[in-house]
């Protein structure tokens, strides 16, 4: 949507590593002792910060 709309926009960095899971739903609750890449960034609109996202993924078992 925001690339659509070609409205001035851009991500800012907040935050990346490696963490464990913890507080997942009951199907996903298997993977709460492991490992995974996470960051946390902003979008900001029109010079506004809009939302802050957070978003994990899965490590290999050779990686955790």
Not at 36 to 47: H, P, S
Request: with cysteine.
């Amino acid at each position: 949507m925001l690339l659509s709309s070609k409205i001035e926009q851009y991500r800012e960095l907040l935050w990346y590593g490696k963490e464990r899971q913890s507080d997942l739903p009951g199907e996903m609750r298997s993977l709460e002792s492991e490992y995974c890449l996470t960051r946390t960034y902003r979008i900001i609109v029109k010079g506004r910060p809009t939302m802050m996202i957070t978003e994990w993924f899965e490590l290999e078992s050779e990686q955790r």
